[in-house]
């Protein structure tokens, strides 16, 4: 399973994750199976408000999951549409957030949780 978290800097697994998916600068992907991580350099982080390109953003990469602190209903359902589920990250790295993705213990982030307005209620 190849498993997305947004992060403002590449930190590798030790990068923070961020509080917003569509204005992150960068993805890392991490694959579950062979405990690898790629970088992909978000192409769509100044698209406008409500106007968010997952699959730009993530260069056509395919994913199976995004763990973010927050995104728009937009991008959740456009995802949805892809087969991507969308999960609530915890505050911490991507290597923590691995570790409750892998123990279930994320929240899946649906349409009535997603963020509004870029104000309140988005990211941690």
Excluded: W
Excluded at 28 to 35: E, N, Q, R, S
Excluded at 92 to 121: K, M, P, R, Y
């Amino acid at each position: 399973m190849r498993i997305c978290f947004p992060v403002e800097s590449d930190k590798g697994l030790d990068s923070e994750v961020f509080g917003h998916f569509g204005s992150a600068p960068i993805f890392i992907v991490f694959d579950t199976k062979t405990k690898s991580i790629d970088t992909i350099n978000n192409q769509d982080s100044s698209h406008t408000h409500g106007m968010c390109s997952p699959l730009k953003g993530l260069e056509g990469k395919m994913v199976d999951a995004i763990v973010v602190g927050g995104i728009g209903a937009g991008a959740i359902n456009k995802l949805n549409g892809m087969g991507i589920k969308v999960y609530r990250a915890s505050q911490g790295s991507v290597q923590d957030n691995v570790g409750l993705f892998e123990n279930n213990t994320l929240s899946e982030i649906t349409v009535d949780l997603a963020c509004g307005g870029h104000a309140g209620g988005c990211g941690h």
